[in-house]
Nanobody, 119 residues
Framework: QVQLVESGGGLVHAGTSLTLSCTTSQNVFEIYTMGWYRQAPGSQRELVAEGVNGGRPNYADSVKGRFILARESANNTVYLVMDALKPEDTAVYYC?????????????WGQGTQVTVSS
């Protein structure tokens, strides 16, 4: 079973930065699509950023130029580096790992971590 260990959420002021971490296994890190989604109160869960290992990530228009999906292979960790945070970034952020179709295509979610941005 896929293990996704999230950390890094918190309460920050608008205009500041925060980095989220998602640690998984080597196999998942190397071959799964990985990234982050978020869900604000009363809203649907939406893409923030995701991509394959070695590829260019896809970003939501609302975070382009502010957020970066980064990877550290030494510890099998995917980061969401968030800069210039806005109150509208407030949401629960979920790490996601999507298996390639040839091993079943399963989607796994982290437990979620709260990011709150005050104005």
């Amino acid at each position: 079973q896929v293990q996704l260990v999230e950390s890094g959420g918190g309460l920050v002021h608008a205009g500041t930065s925060l980095t989220l971490s998602c640690t998984t296994s080597q196999n998942v890190f190397e071959i799964y699509t990985m990234g982050w989604y978020r869900q604000a109160p009363g809203s649907q869960r939406e893409l923030v950023a995701e991509g394959v290992n070695g590829g260019r990530p896809n970003y939501a228009d609302s975070v382009k130029g502010r957020f970066i999906l980064a990877r550290e292979s030494a510890n099998n960790t995917v980061y969401l580096v968030m800069d210039a945070l806005k109150p509208e970034d407030t949401a629960v952020y979920y790490c996601v790992a999507k298996a390639p179709y040839w091993i079943g295509g399963d989607v796994s979610w982290g437990q979620g971590t709260q990011v709150t941005v005050s104005s």
